[in-house]
């Protein structure tokens, strides 16, 4: 099964959840700008906090930490693991890469927000780390929603009755 001989329902069923999964996706990437400016400084303030009397932002506690981590680590395997279940059956990506895309989100999901654990109590430079695996496992996520949409709106069914 390929995703470009789905059924038309399929596909439109498909189509609207990818499309509605990057408005989402991307939504949580304009917040991450907007309060860190995708800085490491940004970063560290927003987990170490801040002296500014105009805006000041307070540390993070561990149960902070603890609530922020495990709600996203549970929304972006379940997103990761929904895209990579839809992009398994593109048939423009293949071998390894098809598996690194698939794969690579889910390790890059445990750096990055298992890293703000390490930024608040270990080291401020794993922002760098975090920045890295958070860049590799957008780049992931949109390189896959743009296949499997490219496959479902433009490639054509192939007719199996022959």
Sequence with gaps: MKLKNLDKNYKYLL???LITLAIGF???ILYVYINSEFSPSGMTEQYLGNDDQWNPKLAKTLL???????DHITMFAFMF???GIIFTFNSLIKGF???FLIIEPFISIIITFGGFFIIRFVNTDFSYIIILSSS???LCFYVMLFVCLYEL???KKINLEN
């Design 15 to 17: 189509i609207s959840y």
């Design 26 to 28: 991307s939504m949580g």
């Design 64 to 70: 902070d930490l603890v609530s922020h981590t495990h």
């Design 81 to 83: 693991l929904t895209m």
């Design 97 to 99: 890469w098809k598996s």
């Design 136 to 138: 590799l496992m957008y």
């Design 153 to 155: 709106i433009f490639l």
